[in-house]
């Protein structure tokens, strides 16, 4: 990492465009991946990704670039080309006092995932495999799958934000495939959290297996559903993605601030039943969707989105805040440095009800 007066050189040379705002984000990150069908490795990989995103505002205008050269020279030279993209020449050198925030850490790590061996890793899948594969005589196929990612963050931006993340996500995938007369169902389940190996000490991998075979073995000898309009009772995990794709997406400023969303200009307004309570909370600690900051630097919270079917807020990023003259929400994620940050959910979910 470069020290902080480099950074502020980097800013500064973004800002000499005539830029309003400026930021820096590096990202390294190492992957790791293993696939396994009916009990035996069919492939493994590991990746390192390292690079960083540099963006500037003028306006509500953004321009990013970014770079897998992280030395001073490097993003002094995509600072340059940002500079130039702007197109204004001006004598700007502000003196940038970067002040780290301090922040609870939600997602302690017990177990790096990099510190486990690979044939640890594989007997986990086994145990996975066995499990599915000896729930019943109808399972025909096994496949799984293991994942974990490494992801160090470091932002840094003219309004003095420094801030670092540490993320750590590890997931185990089993699919389950039930075979009757020719007929084909799927099972699927898959674990994971915002946690190292020691997600292992909690998920019962053989348990995980038997829970994927139970989905498809149950599938393969369930009657079709009656067609018609009925009542629907939506359970939990799937359930939320239901609401993820049908309401979240259009809770986010990428989408509101462009006036995309059905939800657009309704703040206060009802928009649900009395019964929905809707939130988005990348703070609950080992959550998947959780960090102690966002991809901005913004610190986390938990957003209230809907209250007893009442607007009350969004998922709002720093640009998308720009265009609403709203208030980032800590809501902000880049698939990685080599993409410009989003409004984005974390851990969205309906609030429990009275019944």
Same mark, same amino acid.
């Given at each position: ?47 390192? &990704? ?21 030395s001073?020279?490097? +993003? ?10 702007v197109g ?18 939600i997602?302690?790590? &017990? ?9 640890d ?5 086994? &145990?996975?495999h066995?499990?599915?594969?000896g729930?019943?005589g ?5 496949v799984?799958?293991?994942?974990d ?5 470091w932002i840094y ?20 495939v039930?075979?009757v007369?020719?007929d ?7 674990? $994971? ?15 995980a ?12 000898r ?8 009925m ?18 997406h ?22 649900? $039943? ?6 988005d ?6 959550a ?10 913004t610190?986390?919270?938990r957003?209230?989105?809907?209250e007893?079917?009442i &607007?009350?807020?969004y998922?709002?990023?720093? +640009?998308?805040g +720009? ?10 994620r880049?698939q ?5 940050p ?14």
């Amino acid at each position: 990492m470069l020290s902080d007066e480099a950074y502020s050189k980097i800013i500064n040379r973004i800002l000499s465009g005539g830029a309003d705002f400026a930021e820096v984000f590096v990202e390294e990150r190492y992957t790791n991946n293993i696939s396994m069908i009916q009990g035996e490795i069919e492939d493994s990989s590991s990746g390192k &990704l390292l690079g960083a995103g540099l963006r500037a505002f003028k306006g509500n205008r953004s321009i990013y670039a970014y770079t897998n050269d992280v030395s001073f020279e490097g +993003l002094m030279d995509v600072a340059g080309r940002l500079k130039a993209v702007v197109g204004q020449e001006i004598d700007r050198d502000l003196a940038l006092d970067f002040r780290a925030g301090e922040h609870k850490d939600i997602c302690p790590i &017990l177990l790096m995932p990099n510190s486990v061996s690979k044939k640890d890793k594989a007997a986990v899948m086994r &145990l996975a495999h066995e499990g599915a594969s000896g729930f019943s005589g109808r399972i025909s196929q096994v496949v799984v799958n293991y994942f974990d990612y490494s992801q160090n963050v470091w932002i840094y931006n003219s309004e003095g934000v420094k801030a670092s993340d540490s993320r750590v996500r590890t997931r185990l995938m089993v699919s389950a495939v039930a075979s009757v007369n020719g007929d084909k169902e799927v099972g699927f389940y898959g674990p $994971g959290a915002a946690q190292g190996f020691e997600l292992f000490n909690r998920i019962d991998p053989r348990a995980a297996g038997e829970r994927a075979a139970r989905i498809a073995d149950r599938m393969i000898r369930a009657e079709y559903a009656p067609a018609g309009k009925m009542p629907v009772i939506i359970s939990n995990e799937f359930g939320g993605v239901i609401f993820h794709e049908a309401c979240g997406h259009a809770l986010e400023a990428t989408s509101v601030a462009k006036g995309a969303s059905v939800f657009a200009g309704k703040l206060g307004e009802k928009v649900a $039943g009395e019964c929905v309570s809707a939130v988005d909370d990348p703070t609950i600690p080992n959550a998947w969707g959780s960090a102690n900051v966002d991809d901005e630097g913004t610190p986390t919270r938990r957003n209230l989105l809907i209250e007893k079917g009442i &607007l009350k807020s969004y998922m709002i990023d720093r +640009l998308g805040g +720009l265009k609403m003259k709203m208030e980032p929400t800590g809501s902000s994620r880049r698939q990685n440095y080599t993409f410009a940050p989003t409004s984005r959910m974390s851990n969205t979910f309906i609030l429990p009800g009275d019944h």
